[in-house]
């Protein structure tokens, strides 16, 4: 009888499915993994799968910064949108305030054309149109407010040129060509006094340029500083002056008033020269010494004065302001031996250096009186 122990049970085999069922099983299979919730197990091992929700977490962080790129991307395109159509509007602002002026200067309404080209000029200032329509509405509202009788003329030729104000005025032309400031100067005087309103503004645009440039002329090449700032002045009457012709008509100034302290304060001649050996170096006088050649002088009067205050602190026993002086002085001017003997001295008691063996031997040099 066979051993019932020793005998192993055989385990039914399951039946195969055939194509149909194995493919509903499949289906099903697939079915409960997607309805299973994320904590559950979906593995044989019971591990959760978190593939699949990395994968969606980086596709919204991938939307979230794409949607912001964009939004970037409009935000400078919308900016630079709005500065070209700022700049539009102040383009056709600029023209629109150009062509009012414009109108407004031809119906010689001259304030309201210059509020106008102000206004441009504000917005624009390098706008070189406006700034030269500028400069005619002011003249033609210095000759509109200025009687003809208190206009700037001279008194030149006794009598009334009699020739055609056509020939005056074509001479004019010629002689400003020619830069001819003089001969110009006179011939705008003849033509003002024959015909005082004929070409108003022409005529005090060429007195502008004729007195402007005489008046540099005079300043530097000519030394005549007087000069030179009273026809810059007249130039001022009919238009305003360029920062060149300022410039040089407040060194004439200065240089001016630095020479009215001549060999009087020296300390102030300094003062007004050092910054014109700055400015203008080559600015003169008649003289023609310059603003250096002044300063340097100045300097060296100036410094006669420290040592002679030096040799003063000296015989007091005031040792340690005789050696400051000593030492300024010594940098512009030559110190004799006497003076370079009280300049060790002073140092030596104002630090409290003992003299040396040699020094001892040697007498002092006597305090000059």
């Known amino acids: 009888m066979p051993n019932l122990d020793e005998t192993v ?76 159509y700022q700049d539009q509007i102040v383009s056709t602002e600029v023209a629109d305030q150009f062509l009012l002026g414009l109108i407004a200067f031809d119906r010689e309404q001259y304030e309201v054309a210059r509020q106008h080209f102000e206004y441009i000029l504000k917005i624009d200032p390098n706008n070189k149109a406006a700034a030269d329509q500028l400069t005619k509405v002011i003249l033609a509202m210095n000759i509109s407010n200025v009687p003809p009788t208190e206009r700037p003329t001279a008194t030149l030729t006794p009598t009334l040129d009699t020739r055609d104000q056509e ?10 060509d020619q830069r001819n400031w003089d001969a110009l100067l006179d011939t705008l005087d003849s033509l003002r006094i024959k015909v005082p309103d004929y070409k108003a503004v022409e005529i005090d645009g060429m007195y502008y340029v004729a007195y402007r440039n005489r008046g540099m002329q005079r300043i530097q090449q000519e030394g ?40 009087v304060d020296w300390e102030q001649v300094v003062n007004y020269f050092g910054p014109l050996a700055i400015s203008a170096p080559y600015l003169s006088d008649s003289n023609y010494f310059t603003a250096q050649d002044r300063l340097a002088t100045a300097q ?39 003076d370079l003997n009280k300049y060790e001295d002073a140092k030596n008691k104002c630090f409290g250096i003992p003299p040396t063996q040699a020094e001892t031997s040697t007498p002092t040099a006597t305090p000059e009186s």
């Open 300 to 338: 060296v009067e100036v410094n006669l004065l420290v040592l002679a205050k030096a040799r003063s602190r000296y015989t007091q026993d005031k040792w340690c302001e005789a050696y400051d002086l000593y030492s300024e002085a010594s940098q512009y001017v030559q110190l004799s031996q006497s």
């Open 167 to 176: 020939e005056l005025f074509a001479m004019a032309l010629a002689l400003r």
């Open 9 to 84: 049970p055989t385990q039914p085999q399951a039946e195969k499915p055939t194509v149909g069922e194995e493919t509903e099983i499949t289906q099903e299979n697939t079915i409960a993994e997607f309805e299973r919730e994320p904590g559950e197990d979906q593995s044989p091992e019971g591990k959760p799968r978190k593939g699949i929700l990395r994968i969606v977490l980086l596709g919204l962080l991938a939307i979230i910064i794409l949607g912001g790129l964009g939004s970037l991307g409009g935000y400078w395109a919308a900016i630079n949108d709005r500065e070209a």
């Open 224 to 263: 005549n500083l007087e000069g030179g700032i009273f026809d810059l002045n007249r130039a001022e009457l009919f238009g305003l002056l360029d920062v060149e012709a300022q410039n040089f008509r407040n060194w004439a100034s200065k240089y001016i008033t630095g020479m009215s302290f001549w060999e």
